[in-house]
């Protein structure tokens, strides 16, 4: 009797397994939905478990200078340095570029003559100033050099208001903007788009500050200067990503 309640709970077992992993074939299971929803933000976080988890070993046998995240010191550490390793992040240009890609796709839907001779006035308007500052050398530093200039600081800025600008007279000009609503609408539209982009930059950014502040960095060789490409590549891969996945949707649609 024994025996035989054994052999069916055993095959009450396999096929729940081959159950699940049919499930699994057709991505079924919700465990599986997040890398494939969210790519980045599900391998950053893998990648941030395993510095936690490697830091923990390299405290555990005294590897290096680093300390464990796993400690009451390292707790401490990384509640402390949630938000400035957030804002060490480049959030703010990614989200001006965000903004800047949202007016553009609002207003410059269509050709339109007169609106382009409003942008295009505009735009050169803008360089005028810019081309003053630089050559006068307001938008330079005390030497008269780029580094450490205000124009260096704030260069990104400038970019966003050249494109973006011009492209907010355009579509004035040419009906897509007639209320504020239209404008907010397009400031957040490509920020929604890449939500998911956003909050990948937060777990690299987390995912950088447990590098560095494990000693992991420094016993696998790599110095500040690679520390920082590589937070660079973490960065922004998401939402180049992201842009490269829609256009060969459009183009596959197409």
């Keep these: 009797m024994f025996k035989y309640t054994q052999g069916v709970a055993l095959g009450y077992n396999l096929l729940a397994l081959q159950a ?3 499930m699994i074939a057709d991505n079924h299971i919700l465990i599986f939905n997040p890398l494939k929803r969210f790519p980045f933000v599900t391998i950053y976080c893998l990648l941030l478990l395993g510095l936690v988890i490697a830091s923990w070993l ?3 046998y005294g590897v290096g200078s680093g300390g464990s995240l796993l400690s009451g010191e390292g707790l401490r550490w990384w509640l402390r340095s949630i938000l400035p390793s957030f804002a060490a992040a480049p959030v703010g240009e990614a989200l001006l570029l965000l903004f800047a890609l949202g007016i553009v796709r609002r207003c410059c839907r269509r050709w339109n003559g007169k609106a382009f001779v ?3 006035t505009v735009f050169v308007v803008l360089l005028g100033i810019l081309l003053w500052g630089v050559f006068s050398g307001t938008l330079l530093s005390a030497m008269g050099r780029w580094a450490h200039s205000p124009l260096a600081a704030a ?3 400038m970019v966003v208001m050249l494109i973006a ?3 907010l007279c355009y579509g004035l000009a040419d009906g897509a903007i007639t209320s504020r609503f239209h404008i907010e609408s397009a ?3 490509e920020v929604a788009r890449c939500a998911s982009a956003l909050l990948a930059l937060f777990v690299a950014s987390q995912l950088m500050a447990v590098a560095k502040y494990s000693g992991l960095a420094a016993i696998c060789g790599i110095s500040d200067k690679g520390l920082h490409a590589i937070a660079l590549v973490l960065y922004w891969t998401p939402f180049i990503a992201k842009y490269i996945g829609k256009g060969k949707k459009s ?3 197409s």
């Design 187 to 189: 400031l957040r539209s």
């Design 118 to 120: 409003w942008g295009t």
């Design 251 to 253: 183009v596959q649609n």
């Design 165 to 167: 600008l011009p492209c």
């Design 58 to 60: 390299v405290g555990l």
């Design 155 to 157: 260069w990104l800025p």
């Design 20 to 22: 699940v992993c049919r």
